[in-house]
């Protein structure tokens, strides 16, 4: 490198110096050129040979042009690379004894439990996995994790750190393990202290109320649907109603119909029979008005 360049900081100073990376630790060189020390790294982070030359400062091949668009994602790998190599760094006995000096400067924020009187924390993460959450501060004295007091750390990924650190961190340096709290706030109405029923009478009144409301949702629903039924149903039986008074009609109409039918026939028959009776009569009179001739010859005497 040049004499100008040499005046420039480390890509690795750079990064760390940038506002919300300060639980980030420099990485020493020589450990990110160990080929053993990023096993695996390669099929995890896009762009890997670009991201590892930036990284350890080397320059880009000559006929290499990245656009701007190029330019920012190779960035951003190299920030996850770094992210990803400061995980495995920080395990190691010389990640170990950089981070100690941040704990002793408390760099990583206090416990915002009042009960901890401002225990330094150290920063963990919930996941080994990138991606799937954020860094959070761990309280060696209760044993609680928080989440960072300023925005921009809030924002860095957790697996940059891992869920060992803090832990194997406490081990290695017991003298910083702080005894646990035992301290314990007590809730208070009036200078008295509350009974350990009092939210618990609380929160059964609240579920009995609940359950009630529900009850009654249950109920005045069962109500709608029953005086739906009922509707229906009575409808449906005005329709039958309806439907068999008309057909009780028709069929009495009919019947009146087939009733006058045989009255006539009836009628008829007995005009029938009466003018055979008359014509009988007519006939017989006929009959006997009609006077027998007998002719013959009158007798001589000879």
């Known amino acids: 490198m040049s004499g100008s360049d040499q005046d420039e900081p480390s890509w690795i100073s750079w990064f760390c110096g940038l506002r919300g990376n300060e639980f980030f630790c420099e990485v020493d060189e020589d450990y990110i050129e160990d ?9 995890q ?23 701007d668009h190029q330019h920012e994602m190779l960035e951003n790998a190299a920030e996850m ?3 990803l190599i400061h995980a495995r760094y920080l395990v190691t006995q010389r990640g170990l004894n950089a981070m100690l000096e941040k704990l002793k400067n408390a760099d990583f924020g206090r416990c915002p439990r ?4 401002g225990q330094p924390c150290l920063p963990v993460g919930t996941s080994d996995l990138p991606g799937t959450s954020t860094v959070k501060i761990f309280c060696p004295k209760c044993e609680d994790i928080y989440y960072p007091r300023i925005d921009y750390q809030c924002s860095i990924d957790g697996a940059y750190f891992g869920t060992t650190f803090p832990h194997l961190m406490l081990m290695t340096y017991p003298m910083y393990r702080p005894p646990k709290a035992t301290g314990k706030y007590v809730p208070r109405v ?34 709608a649907a029953a005086g ?16 068999l008074a008309a057909a009780g009609g028709s069929q009495a109409q009919s019947m009146d119909q087939d009733e006058e039918s045989g009255e006539d026939a009836k009628q008829q028959q007995v005009q029938e029979q009466q003018e055979q009776q008359q014509q009988q009569k007519e006939q017989q009179q006929r009959n006997s008005s009609r006077t027998p001739v007998v002719r013959g010859i009158a007798g001589t005497s000879r």
Not at 114 to 117: F, G, R, S
């Open 35 to 43: 080929d053993f020390n990023l096993s695996g790294l390669a099929s």
């Open 190 to 223: 009036f200078g008295f202290k509350l009974h350990a029923s009092a939210y618990q009478n609380r929160d059964q009144q609240q579920g009995q109320q609940q359950r009630g409301n529900a009850a009654a949702g249950v109920a005045a629903a069962g109500a």
């Open 81 to 83: 690379l770094y992210g």
């Open 45 to 67: 982070v896009p762009y890997y040979e670009y991201a590892l030359d930036m990284i350890l400062d080397n320059e880009p091949p000559a006929d290499v042009m990245l656009t």
């Open 228 to 243: 739906t039924s009922a509707a229906v149903a009575g409808n449906a039986g005005g329709s039958r109603q309806q439907q």
């Open 114 to 117: 009042v009960l901890c009187d």
